[in-house]
């Protein structure tokens, strides 16, 4: 890709059987921010190999696409009342009233987004990734900015939570994964070492959930943005 350093998985396979195998569902290259020209998709087949996973010689189809489909890429839904706009250069923004954090209370902010089939991880260097059941405003989710936030239960007891006793430290990069009902939340200094903040059981979820990055500015008179890079998803 023209101007661009080959885009390559951060995550490891230590503790994974050497010569296992999976399939990098999708990536964006790494750039300096959203709405690079540089931003990429690549579909690859990958086998662990002392502990790193190896892309398969003539797997990879990786394909160049111009800046403006970056909201292509991760559409974007406005859930409750929200108003969410994105500016070139990575920046995003939402004006809405919040969070349901009281029992009743709908959920209102700006969700770009994909949908995603089967296990795999989610990476991001910035705050505000999310992996969420659908897209009503009462939908199960796990997310991560500078606190969990979360709503693990359907029915009457589906109000959504921030778990201050597990505050994430505010750092770089942010990791989540999903393995079958189980969504773990990760964060991290280099993108490299990585520490565990929590795990959240979501009964029955369904094979394919959305994915993707949000901003919530908890204020109709106000904005909020977020400047955001390096998203990615790999499957597990």
């Not at 892309?55 to 800046?67: D, I, K, R």
């Not at 349901?100 to 959920?107: R, S």
């Not at 997310?143 to 921030?162: I, P, S």
Request: proline share 4%.
């Amino acid at each position: 890709m023209a101007g661009c350093d080959e885009a390559s998985d951060p995550a490891s396979c230590e503790g994974v059987e050497h010569g296992s195998s999976r399939e990098l569902i999708r990536y964006k290259s790494p750039t300096p921010s959203f709405g690079e020209p540089c931003i990429g998709v690549a579909i690859a087949d990958q086998v662990c190999t002392d502990g790193e996973w190896d892309t398969v010689a003539g797997s990879s189809n990786v394909e160049e696409l111009p800046a403006e489909t970056c909201e292509q890429l991760l559409p974007l839904v406005n859930i409750g009342d929200a108003t969410g706009t994105l500016e070139s250069g990575g920046r995003f923004f939402s004006k809405d009233s919040g969070f349901g954090f009281a029992f009743g209370e709908d959920d209102n902010f700006a969700f770009w987004h994909e949908p995603i089939v089967g296990d795999f991880e989610i990476l991001l260097r910035g705050e505000g990734l999310m992996i969420r059941e659908g897209l009503s405003s009462r939908a199960r989710f796990v997310a991560v900015n500078h606190h969990l936030l979360f709503r693990t239960k359907k029915g009457a007891a589906a109000d959504a939570k921030q778990n201050p006793g597990a505050k994430v430290d505010v750092k770089p990069s942010y990791r989540m994964s999903r393995i079958g009902n189980t969504i773990s939340v990760y964060h991290s200094e280099d993108g490299k070492e990585w520490e565990q903040a929590d795990t959240f059981e979501l009964e029955e979820l369904p094979e394919t959930v959305h994915v993707g990055v949000f901003v919530s500015s908890d204020n109709l008179e106000h904005s909020s943005g977020a400047e955001l890079s390096d998203y990615q998803v790999v499957g597990l």
